[in-house]
Structures are given as structure tokens and as C-alpha cells.
């Protein structure tokens, strides 16, 4: 039962490590959740959390083995880094305001981030290479234990989801002293990160065929 405690509480600090890194889903995950409210955040933090239980299952089945010999990272690298160039590209030219009607954000944004939140991290080979590097280390250290695995990726789900929804939540509690302009320089840095985090993507790509 210790064990499985220390587990826990391993996973849990990793989860707040992965947390607090800032990158381009942390100012996505702070631009839904201002423009668009809380619930829509949430929905965005669920779908992070989900393509990241998704590549630790993969890494867990050793699928990572097999996508060795397949050019996974690379294919990866070409449709994520495009995907959050042309995402980014799309909030620093964005100059609409906010949706006001509660009813119609509904209708139109609440699948869409969650599957916005989902696309954004899973298509980064980052978090791929992350959560392989993770079970395999966690793998090593508990000797193969699918218990104290699954104890400590639950700890660092828990706590990579709890933390996002408090970013969302304290992201849409500041919307009331937040101005227009204060938006569109939000998007504007949003989209730069974005697409800055695409071309690097890219360039990973490149570099491995000079």
C-alpha cells in the first residue's frame, strides 16, 4: 500500500510539472476560456487530458515500438507543426469580438473545444516522446507493475486536469476587467506562440533530412 502511495504522490508532482509548463495549449486553454467562458474551457481541458491518456495507453501497449520504423514523429511533426501554424495564423488575423449570447456559444463551441483541445496537444510529437520517455521510466522504476502504474498516471491526470480547469476558471473570472483591445492582443500572442511552437515542429522535421 505504501508503494502504491508513493506512486500517487510521484505521479501527482509530475502532473503539476507538466501543469505549469507554458506553451502553446496554455495560451489556447486561457483564450477559449476568456472569449468563450468556463464550460467551454473545461470541455478544452478535457480534450488535452484525453490525448494525453490516449499516447499513455499507446506508450504503455508499446505502440511507440512499433511506430519506430514507421516515421511516426516525423509524420507527426508535418500535420501537428501545419495544424498549429494555420490555427495560429487564424487567431492573429482573428478581429471579431466575443460572442455575448450564451445560447449560441453553446451551439457552436463546446464539441469544438474539446476536440480543439485534443487536436492541439496530440498533434505535438512532444507530448508523444513525453509520456513514452514517462512510462518507460515509471515501467522501470515500479518493475512492471501495472498497479502502481496505473496509480501514478491517474495522479498525474488528476492533477493536469485539476489545474487546467482552475487556469480556466481564473481565466474567465478576469473577463470582466479584460478589454477588446486587451483580446486582440491575446489573440494576437496566442497565434504567435502557436504558430512559432508550428514552425518548430517543422524544423524538427527538416533537420533530421540535413
Given amino acids: 500500500m505504501a508503494e502504491i502511495g508513493h506512486a500517487i504522490v510521484s505521479g ?3 502532473g503539476l510539472i507538466l501543469a505549469f509548463l507554458i506553451g502553446p495549449v496554455f495560451f489556447a486553454l486561457l483564450q477559449a476560456s476568456i472569449e468563450k467562458g468556463f464550460l467551454v474551457g473545461v470541455l478544452f481541458a478535457m480534450g488535452i487530458v484525453l490525448s494525453d491518456a490516449t499516447f499513455f495507453m499507446l506508450a504503455f501497449l508499446g505502440i511507440s515500438q512499433l511506430g519506430k520504423g514507421a516515421h511516426v514523429n516525423e509524420i507527426m ?3 501537428g507543426g501545419s495544424f498549429l501554424f494555420l490555427f495560429g495564423l487564424r487567431l492573429m488575423l482573428k478581429k471579431d469580438k466575443p460572442k455575448t ?3 449560441e456559444v453553446r ?3 463546446f464539441t469544438k473545444s474539446f476536440f480543439k483541445g485534443f487536436l492541439l496537444n496530440a498533434l505535438n510529437p512532444a507530448v508523444f516522446l513525453y509520456w513514452v520517455g514517462v512510462v518507460t521510466a515509471v515501467s522501470a522504476q515500479y518493475e512492471g ?3 502502481k502504474v496505473f496509480a501514478f498516471f491517474m495522479a498525474t491526470m488528476f492533477v493536469v486536469f485539476s ?3 482552475l487556469k480556466a476558471f481564473l481565466a474567465y473570472k478576469l473577463k ?3 478589454t477588446p ?3 486582440l492582443w491575446l489573440n494576437r500572442i496566442s497565434g504567435g506562440v502557436l504558430m512559432l511552437g508550428g514552425l518548430k515542429l517543422l524544423w524538427d522535421v527538416v533537420k533530421t533530412y540535413l
Fill in 176 to 178: 470582466n476587467i479584460i
Fill in 77 to 79: 511533426g508535418i500535420v
Fill in 145 to 147: 507493475s501495472d498497479k
Fill in 107 to 109: 451551439k457552436t463551441s
Fill in 12 to 14: 501527482a508532482v509530475a
Fill in 181 to 183: 483591445t486587451f483580446m
Fill in 101 to 103: 449570447d450564451i445560447e
Fill in 163 to 165: 489545474t487546467d480547469v
